[in-house]
């Protein structure tokens, strides 16, 4: 991949998508997020991308970024969530202050469901990755 996206801080942030080699803009995001963007993920196909808000609930946009349109929305948690990681282009995982959660894109919303933990009570998590058959890896803050 040669493209790179990143998200501001501040009142109205924008998020932009660049060519690595050139460091050329090719899409500016606007409208999706106040007070900053803390997580960006592009879809494994690359279409899509994926941004986390620092508003309090901590808003998920999925971005047709080349079209500069907002796909889905949802409030994330009311907890700081660290990051965002899609598994494919169907489905992506938030990690963050005592939670993962699972997410698909349902319309314009999306469809959220808490990580279990068995028995244990969820850790703080500060990173997320799957594998090529789709298990999820997290990495926790102790």
Not at 55 to 79: M, Q
Not at 122 to 136: E, I, N
Request: proline share 1%; glycine share 14%; aromatic share 8%.
């Amino acid at each position: 991949r040669d493209l790179v996206a990143t998200g501001q801080i501040g009142k109205t942030p924008a998020i932009h998508v660049w060519k690595v080699q050139t460091l050329q803009t090719v899409s500016v995001l606007t409208g999706g997020h106040t007070r900053g963007v803390c997580a960006v993920d592009f879809s494994e196909s690359g279409k899509l991308l994926a941004s986390v808000g620092l508003d309090d609930e901590h808003e998920i946009v999925v971005w047709d970024w080349a079209l500069g349109v907002r796909l889905s929305t949802a409030r994330g948690h009311k907890d700081k969530i660290f990051m965002v990681k899609w598994r494919g282009d169907e489905e992506l995982a938030t990690v963050g202050v005592k939670h993962i959660k699972f997410w698909k894109p349902a319309g314009a919303g999306l469809t959220g469901s808490r990580g279990v933990f068995g028995n244990h009570d969820a850790d703080t998590m500060m990173c997320v990755a799957f594998d090529k058959s789709g298990a999820c890896y997290t990495g926790g803050a102790s």
